[in-house]
């Protein structure tokens, strides 16, 4: 199975690009924007201030392509555990994400203008309920999408399968985007399966299956445009593996020393997301230093705005906590919420 691929390791096009120049700069200043994010929230969490924290260093393309091509207040994202720069290119306020890293309520749930289902702890248990949520969207006659998110270990899950079944039967609007970081936690891709592509799993739902270069911005969204672009016309799900790789560890807790060589990383290092971009611009004199100086400027500035909006953010109270469970409240959420109001 071929590799979608745009850019070579060291970001030279290897063939017309199917972006616009305006495009490019948004996808570049995206993937900018998300590592920062990354990084310092990797500092926050060093210093007290968040919690146990996923961090997603190296696989911001396989991410940030695919969000670029929704709408946030028209399709649905659900996203695991790790899709923190999903979330922020989507619309995700950087306040609601630290929060919700702290585990705060105040973290709880998106905007009213941004379809993002809160992050998904529990293993693939997010894809049966993207297949229902896209074809959901069918039901109610519109034209929205919806795109989840699952590492190469969730695509062993039963609800994977399960997911893929039904959205692939009553012909859904999903993207199940794989990212085929190489290891699920400590053990390594080819212990999980005998398929040489996690795209060819698409095959036995009679879907399209796709896999592409995941630290490739521009083959990340041209191939999350044609799924889209497919969905929204009704011809259905497709299942996207991207393949990258998790530099950072697993999570803050995680030493993957134990388990994977410093070789292995650095060779994965030479074909950086952030770096491939920043040549490819750079290749198509589209930026310069001057510019991307005055971006981590900005970056640094909106970041720390976030922070403090953050720290400054009211406890919730008790029975607020029973309102995130369903749009409208049921008897036991109910008895619960009322019950919460005159204890306080």
Known sequence: MDTV???????????????SNEELLQGYRALRRARHFDERALVLQRQGRLGVYPPFR?????????????KADHDWL??????????????????????????????????????????????????PQAAGVAHAQR???????????????????????????????????????????GWAISVPTQKQMKVPRIAQKAQGYGIPGVTVDGNDLVAVWSVAREAVARARKGEGPTLIEALTYRVAPHTSSDDPSRYRTEEETERWLKRDPIL????????????????????????????????EEADQAREPKPWEIVEQVY???????LAAWSYLRREA
């Open 58 to 70: 190296g696989q911001e393309a396989a991410q940030v392509g695919v969000a670029l091509c929704l």
């Open 327 to 333: 749009q409208e409240m049921q008897p036991d959420q």
């Open 139 to 181: 039901l109610l006659g519109k034209d929205a999408v919806a795109a989840v998110f699952i590492g190469d270990g969730g695509t062993s899950e039963g609800d994977f399968h399960e997911g893929l079944n039904f959205a692939s039967v009553f012909n859904a609007p999903l993207l199940v985007v794989v990212q085929n970081n």
């Open 276 to 307: 491939r971009m920043k040549n490819c611009l750079l290749h198509l004199g589209l930026w310069s230093e001057a510019q991307e100086a005055e971006l981590m400027e900005a970056l640094e500035g909106e970041f720390l705005a976030a922070v």
């Open 78 to 127: 659900l996203p695991s555990y790790r899709e923190s720069a999903a979330a922020l290119t989507f619309g995700m306020p950087i306040s609601k994400l630290i929060l919700s890293w702290r585990a705060d309520p105040a973290g709880w749930g998106a905007p009213p203008d941004v379809n993002m289902v809160q992050f998904y702890i529990p293993i693939a248990t997010q894809i």
């Open 5 to 19: 691929q745009y850019l070579d390791d060291h970001g030279k096009p290897l063939r017309d690009i199917p972006l």
